[in-house]
């Protein structure tokens, strides 16, 4: 008779694997998953923070442009409502007139200026419109930044209406002033005069006699006298407001990039 031994299976063969085994081999790919998130978590948080530096830079540089640029505004601006002043004083006694002091002629030289700040522009740009204000941890630093954006395009409107008042005022005063005289006159350097230049004698001579305005001028010097008052308000408005809030606003936006950023 033949015996039939029965062959068992090699060990582990066919047998199932311990909960354990499973649990340790999902644990290890968690962790894995897990510390990779973190990695590139952590690696997309310095970007961000290295970013978020070279625009605060890059905007401090600008802001601080843009405060000499405003102070060089209402410096200017400031020049010519006395101007302005000038003329319409002089002008008044002089309505029905076909004469004026020459110094007439020489404030008139100051009517046809506008300034208009020169932003900088670039970096404030590309943050807003590119959306990359989020870098920006600081909520009320954004809220300055935007307002600060809002308050630039204001600006910029209101330079492009003067601009406009000032072409209309050129066009009445070519009606007012004789070629003759004015010729001496146009020369005359805006910013030369803002650091007290003196006026060359053939000029100072004709600022201190009566000259004759254009022939058929009768009637255009009220005209011409409102026109300066209209934009010396105007003028007036960025001298006593719009520089003014907009200089408070670039140095609170520096002071908080120096603060936040640790520039000096």
Sequence with gaps: MEVHHHSHPPAGAGHRKKWTHYFWEFLMLFLAVFCGFLAENQREHYVEAHRAKEYAKSLLSDMKEDTTEISGGIAQNTFMIKAFDSCVSIGQRSIDQSTVPGVFYYYSRFTSNAYAIDWNRSTLTQLIQSGNLRYFKN??????????????????????????????????????????????????????????????????????????????????????????????????????????????????????????????
């Design 139 to 264: 909520k009320e630093l954004v809220r300055k930044i935007n307002k600060y954006y809002s308050l630039q395009n204001q600006i910029g409107s209101n330079n492009d209406a003067d601009h406009l008042h000032r072409d209309r005022i050129i066009e009445i005063r070519d009606r007012l002033l004789a070629a003759r005289y004015y010729e001496y006159f146009a020369p005359v350097s805006f910013s030369a005069e803002m650091k007290g230049h003196v006026p060359e004698s053939r000029m100072d001579s004709l600022m201190a006699q009566q000259l004759s305005l254009k022939a058929g001028s009768t009637g255009i010097m009220e005209e011409y006298l409102n026109n300066l008052m209209d934009r010396k308000w105007r003028n007036k408005r960025y001298v006593d407001e719009l520089y003014p809030e907009a200089m408070q606003m670039a140095v609170e936006i520096i002071e908080m990039l120096k603060e936040d950023y640790h520039f000096k």
